[in-house]
């Protein structure tokens, strides 16, 4: 990170956990994480306010957000995306999407494939700079497959990837790689009577 005063918080619930990290330029002041299998939506807000309250800063301190997108669990990525594209707003600062490819791939040297479990045993995978897909099981040849690091060093890896990204971003969009495993009714929608 190039400016040692940037207060970045990066956050990840696009798993089986609800991660966050604060940082200030390359320090990493709190990280946190919590394994879960549901209710990220409800512990996502209030483990950020536990994070920002033990740096002994507010939210008007951030200079940046940054945000896994996936990808991963549909509902978890939604709620981290949306919490970002929220807080930015109202805090106006900017909200910087990472993928989990981008923020396993940042400390990995050589080649490599970024990978992340995906359901029914297939895996995503992405090579560096590369197309991401899904592949119906773990590669076995060419270059290795790297799974994302444990939920404390993801959160702080989106929160690096962000400040480097922090001027030349989009609005964070989740990185849905597969369509939901969840069907449209079959019902046909109601008659609505005027």
Known sequence: MSDTGLLVLGFDTSARHCAAA??????????????????????????L???????????????????????????????????????ALALDVPAVGVSSFEAT???????????????????????PGGTPSLEPEAPTDGPRLVLPPDPDRLAVNIARVAATRREKTARPAPLYIKAADAAPPRDPAPVILS
């Open 49 to 87: 306010e536990e994070v920002l309250a033990e740096a002994g800063v507010t939210w008007d301190d951030l200079n940046v957000i940054g945000v896994g997108v996936g990808p991963g669990n549909f509902t978890g990525i939604r709620i981290s995306v949306s919490a970002a594209r929220g807080l």
């Open 105 to 127: 791939s940042l400390d990995i040297e050589g080649p490599h494939i970024a990978g992340v479990e995906a359901p029914r045993g297939q895996v995503y995978t992405c090579p």
């Open 22 to 47: 604060l940082m200030r330029g390359d320090t990493v002041l709190v990280q946190r994480s919590e394994e879960m299998a549901r209710g990220q939506a409800e512990r996502l807000m209030p483990l």
